[in-house]
């Protein structure tokens, strides 16, 4: 074999072997370190965990959003909501009061 040829197959050689080598460091990389495959997977996770928390609160909106629209829309829901946060009563309604004797309220006791 020529010189010429000698020196060129060396060069392919060491092209070859210098290719391998950043293959194998960057495949190592991708596989072994933190910032690697293991991250792909961490945050594979995270997205699927964020979609399941985004389509909770997608429902949450929307049944505040019928309620609010209900409220403003409907007397009934709002007299319901007044009833039941407010303690109210309608005008043409009489409240009653039940307070225990104190003989009761000591039997409980």
Do not use: C, H, T
Request: proline share 1%; net charge negative.
């Amino acid at each position: 074999m020529s010189k010429v040829a000698q020196n060129l197959q060396l060069r392919v050689r060491v092209i070859v072997i210098a290719l391998a080598g950043l293959l194998l460091v960057l495949q190592g990389r991708l596989w072994l370190s933190d910032e690697g495959w293991s991250e792909v997977v961490r945050l594979r996770s995270g997205v699927a965990d964020q979609q399941a928390e985004n389509e909770r609160m997608a429902e949450r909106n929307a049944r505040l959003q019928a309620e609010v629209s209900d409220l403003k829309d409907g007397f009934a829901a709002l007299e319901e909501r007044a009833r039941a946060d407010l303690g109210m009563v309608g005008e043409d309604e009489s409240f009653y009061l039940f307070i225990p004797e104190a003989s009761d309220v000591e039997a409980d006791e």
